[in-house]
């Protein structure tokens, strides 16, 4: 198997996240039943539009309004939203700055117009970097293509945007559905499970282990996986 192309998730693979934080401070601002709020707005694919940019940032704010029936500023909101975006672990910067010494790199991520800046002011100042396109040869972020993880479609057209074959190219995200999505579009795909692995685990001095390529095989011949 040769490997020429990496293709990076953001959210769990290289920004830590945590989810239940932005459903804590929902909660805190009145949104009660957060779960069931978020299965309303889920049923009106308003994560999905914001993820394709085919919601304005007003739009996606007032249905929040709407959904939760209460009068929340959009300060508010964004600040809620934004509260499951943490930290760019400092080891994860260097292993971008050698990877991309070995491989062709590219950042493809579902995220959206309010995320953005947010955590990118968070790597100007943690790490200096301006923007995470310093780091990759290419981002792809969904709320700029208007195109969205696991469909096939996507993995397509971000190979074919650079020229790339799926063969010689590996996708890390830590989303299974995801990772079944590269796969579909002919690539080679590794789910980390956040719970026991790290993508880090998996590199030395910026190059993939010759054991990890065991692990990748194993991984995409078992049912589910």
């Not at 940019?53 to 739009?59: N, P, Y």
């Not at 195109?147 to 890390?172: C, D, I, Y």
């Not at 579909?184 to 054991?211: Q, R």
């Amino acid at each position: 198997m040769t490997i020429k192309n990496i293709i990076f998730d953001l959210g769990g693979v290289l920004l830590n996240i945590d989810y239940h934080l932005t459903i804590d401070a929902f909660k805190d601002l009145g949104v009660n039943g957060f779960d069931k709020f978020f299965t309303q707005a889920r049923h009106t694919h308003l994560f999905d539009r914001m993820d394709t940019g085919s919601v304005s940032l007003d739009g996606f704010r007032d249905e929040i309004r709407v959904s939760s029936g209460l009068e929340l500023s959009d300060a508010d909101i964004d600040k809620a939203w934004n509260a499951m975006l943490l930290d760019f672990p400092p080891q994860k910067i260097p292993l971008l700055e050698k990877t991309r010494k070995h491989y062709r790199t590219f950042l493809l991520s579902n995220t959206n117009a309010i995320h953005f800046p947010a955590y990118s002011e968070n790597l100007k100042r943690e790490h200096g970097y301006d923007s995470l396109e310093q780091l990759f040869e290419k981002q792809y972020l969904s709320h700029e293509i208007g195109m969205r993880k696991p469909h096939v479609e996507t993995f397509q057209w971000v190979l074919a945007q650079n020229g790339l074959k799926g063969s010689e190219t590996l996708f890390f995200d830590d989303t299974l559905q995801h990772v079944e999505g590269a796969r579909k579009a002919g690539m080679h795909a590794y789910w980390i499970d956040l719970t026991k692995e790290d993508v880090l685990d998996y590199f030395e001095e910026g190059k993939l282990k010759d054991t990890f390529f065991k692990k990748l095989q194993d991984q995409s011949q078992q049912p589910g996986q």
